[in-house]
T-cell receptor
């Protein structure tokens, strides 16, 4: 069965620090999709990125970057030069191509960026 | 384009009352999902539809919960009768295709007293 583990429950950093949010997943499928979502204090869930299992290239979008490593079943998310506006709960999620169409979420990591 | 629309944004009701939550998915999306989020249980998938057909309702807590999708642009989640433990934020999400990302609505914060 598919599973997503975000071991870091809460992280607190000071503005301008770099921070990495860990995500480890379990799946029996060879084809699957990984996602990151952001939930700021206002409560909405914002899609950040989708990655399929055949694409291990790292991705960078501004201050955000994602490191996908199939060998360790990890899909980590790094924020460079963090800002107060990055404070949010971040969720990693997984969908298997051959199984249920459900999106399985991790428990989330609450990131607090202090000024 | 408008995102996923949910109404109401906040609902306060008394135990035993019927509650109806509404969702309008993004136009062109063929899958719709209902989630519930609480501090204790996190994000839980309640039910999802493909092409207006319910596919998996195994997450629906009990018979008090029901969901419908009469057409591609509208869905409802109904709780009857409501109980205090139903208090949560209910999210609706839609998706363009099976392996695409889901886009979430702003949520409905339900409080049952």
């Amino acid at each position: 069965a598919q599973k997503v583990t975000q071991a870091q429950t809460e992280i607190s950093v000071v503005e301008k620090e770099d921070v990495t949010l860990d995500c480890v997943y379990e799946t029996r499928d060879t084809t699957y999709y990984l996602f990151w979502y952001k939930q700021p204090p206002s409560g909405e869930l914002v899609f950040l990125i989708r990655r399929n299992s055949f694409d291990e290239q790292n991705e960078i979008s501004g201050r955000y970057s994602w490191n996908f490593q199939k060998s360790t079943s990890s899909f980590n998310f790094t924020i460079t030069a963090s800002q107060v506006v990055d404070s949010a709960v971040y969720f990693c999620a997984l969908t298997e191509a051959g199984g249920s169409e459900k999106l399985v979420f991790g428990k989330g990591t609450k990131l607090t960026v202090n000024p | 384009d408008a995102g996923v629309i949910q109404s109401p944004r906040h609902e306060v009701t008394e135990m035993g009352q019927e509650v109806t939550l509404r969702c309008k998915p993004i136009s062109g999306h063929n899958s719709l999902f209902w989630y519930r989020q609480t501090m204790m249980r996190g994000l839980e998938l309640l039910i999802y539809f493909n092409n207006n057909v319910p596919i998996d309702d195994s997450g629906m807590p009990e018979d008090r919960f029901s969901a419908k999708m009469p057409n591609a642009s509208f869905s409802t989640l109904k709780i009857q009768p409501s109980e205090p433990r139903d208090s949560a934020v209910y999210f609706c999400a839609s998706r363009q295709g099976v392996y695409y990302e889901q886009y979430f609505g702003p949520g409905t914060r339900l409080t049952v007293t």
